[in-house]
């Protein structure tokens, strides 16, 4: 196997180890488990570069690319719902249009056509990163960071919860709306019967 699919693959046990440190309650398990993620989305763009440096881009390899990145996004968010940092409808949403449009994708791809990456699918991933991003920054000033003298830990705590709130309702909505995009332009391979 070659190295951007090890890259690729790798962000599957990092979910795992990442969950593990989110309900972790020793020191320096909020920070790990932040450092971890930044790490996950370093091989995201790592087995991209190295794949188009040496010419290995495969249908696997894009394949799962988008498949690591849905499991890794929504593995953290359903660990964010067990922490009780986000509402579980929101993440049912989420949830409900991955799968709708993996498998829109799945059935445009047996009727030969290939439903590609569009900007809004895009801004949808980078605002889920960000949202993520934040919830778990906040555990390590909330946590890992609460015995340093003064109120600032406290307050850029709080700072990252509404930050991570306000991401994540944007997070939301652009999953939907990049959905209805999608919908919109390729929605007819789905229901129209008969062959391409």
């Known amino acids: 196997m070659n190295l951007p699919n090890l890259l690729t693959l790798s962000r599957i046990p990092l979910m795992f180890v990442i969950v593990w440190l989110m309900r972790g309650n020793f020191a320096g398990a909020a920070i790990a488990a932040f450092l971890l993620f930044?790490?996950?989305?370093?091989t995201d763009w790592a087995d991209g570069y190295f794949a188009r440096k040496q010419g290995l881009v495969s249908n696997f390899g894009i394949l799962m690319d988008a498949l690591t990145d849905?499991?890794?996004?929504?593995?953290?968010?359903?660990?964010?719902?067990?922490?009780?940092?986000?509402?579980?409808f929101l993440v049912l949403l989420i949830?409900?249009?991955?799968f709708m449009i993996t498998g829109m994708r799945l059935v445009a791809a047996t009727k030969g056509v290939v439903v590609s990456a569009e900007s809004s699918g895009k801004q949808?991933?980078?605002?889920?990163?960000?949202?993520?991003?934040?919830?778990?920054?906040?555990d390590v000033f909330r946590n890992d960071f609460s015995g340093v003298e003064g109120t600032w830990t406290r307050q850029t705590a709080d700072a990252l919860d509404w930050a991570g709130m306000i991401l994540f309702g944007l997070c939301v909505f652009m999953t939907l709306y990049s959905g209805v995009k999608y919908f919109r332009k390729y929605g007819e391979l789905v229901f129209l019967e008969g062959e391409s």
């Open 38 to 42: 930044v790490i996950a989305g370093l």
């Open 124 to 138: 949808k991933t980078v605002t889920q990163i960000m949202a993520v991003g934040a919830y778990l920054l906040e």
């Open 95 to 98: 949830l409900g249009r991955e």
């Open 70 to 88: 849905k499991i890794l996004m929504l593995g953290l968010m359903i660990a964010l719902v067990d922490v009780g940092q986000v509402h579980i």
